[in-house]
């Protein structure tokens, strides 16, 4: 072996056949995982290799301390000439196997990287030019779908694994779920649209606009999401969708000064980075507060024992509640005083509610010791998602305020404060603050029919 023959890793010329292909692969990944490990062992921590793709639970950016920060960055740092070789062999291996080489975006997608490593690994070589606009033309006439529809089912297909990715392995439900996954899918679609000649922008945006409302049918199909839930991102999805649409067709329109297939690249790798930062971060969502209020024709005394306590509510006739959304259906206490227990029963289960403050006739506040689920999604399956097993809606306190405005009327407050796992928090509040006035609304209009009851 010549003693630069080394250098042959790092080109980024000329191609590579299956069998290097291969053993280059797997050789680098056994030598980094054991570098990794005995970098790990070095601080006291142990590294396994599913660590490459779901992230340590305990690790933070806000809770590392100086020894972990040291690690993360010299496993950071021996990563660089691993990624710089990866990239190099996957590219020289597309080419080798006649594909266009703006598939190496997989690379940075975690699962789709090992599906491609062992596609390369098994597609055999081909005799055709390694130019890239040979290649893309022979793949233009051999293939028996339209570019147009391939860039569509690629980001379905894309945007299905990370939304799963993100919501069911990171468990974050952020702004690189709800809008990089729209922006990116969107970016792919039209980036196929627009590759062989520049489209139409009313063509670009119902490609774009199309693209997350066949992932969302993908995940409820699938098992992996509920309608309600999915009808409520799509108001978010579409515009981000359409503007990632827009965005690829202005680069592509542009392509005599911009560099297209790193561009492409570098705005796909950046998605799971993202989602990445927001598991690391492990952000606490602000307490929300919502008061709603009604207008009792009766003594404020009455009104308190029905507070207190109601009978079983009728069925709810609400769009909200029929779409699964959890709502109240009947309350009882047991005890007096602070100390007291108070049960409000759901649809879903029972709200436990200690009572912390017993004015009577006044004020009735309690904290949240256990809640049932939020809501029951709409699916053909029976599916408990992520949001919905851990409460990324959750209730913490809540009262009852009481006051008196005349001899028989009363104002009656509800209160609840509460915290959303979802970002971005300016959207989702506008759902779960509406979603919280209407339980309430429910519960005092009761009151309010039972206290003016003869």
Known sequence: MKPESWKWLFT????????????AGATLTVLKYAIDSAVSAHFGETWRIWNYVIPASQVSIFQWGRSQSEMYAILWAIAIPFFWIGIALTLRRLRDAGNNHGWIFLFFVPIANLLLFLWLTLVPSTTVPT?????????????KLTTEVLGVVVAVALGVALAVWGAQVLLVYGWGLFLGVPFITGFVASWFLNMKRTRSSLCTIAVSALTPL???????????????????????????????????????QRRHLVATSPTFTACVAILPLMMFGEHAAKLEPPVNTVTTSIIIDAPISIVWKNVLAFPPLAPPDGWLFRAGVAYPT??????????????????????????????EDRLLAFDVSAQPQAMRELSPWKITPPHIE??????????FRLVSIADNRTLLEGTTWYQNYFW?????????????????LRVLQHVKEQAEAP
Do not use: K
């Open 12 to 23: 980024w010329d000329g191609r590579v056949q299956r069998a290097p292909y291969f053993l």
């Open 131 to 143: 130019s890239e606009a040979a290649t893309a033309d022979a793949l233009h006439q051999s293939a």
């Open 214 to 252: 066949l992932i969302g049918a993908a995940l409820l199909g699938l098992g992996r999401e509920g309608l309600g839930c999915l009808l409520m991102a799509v108001p978010l999805a579409l515009p981000f969708s359409v503007a990632g649409g827009l965005v690829a067709r202005s680069i592509l």
């Open 330 to 359: 009947s309350a009882q206490i047991i005890g007096s005083g602070p100390g007291a227990i108070r049960y409000c029963r759901f649809s879903t289960g029972d709200f436990v509610e200690p009572i912390t403050v017993w004015d």
């Open 390 to 399: 851990r409460n990324y809606m959750r209730s913490l306190h809540g009262q």
């Open 424 to 440: 971005p928090q300016a959207y989702w509040r506008e759902w779960s603050d509406e979603i919280v006035h209407r339980i309430h």
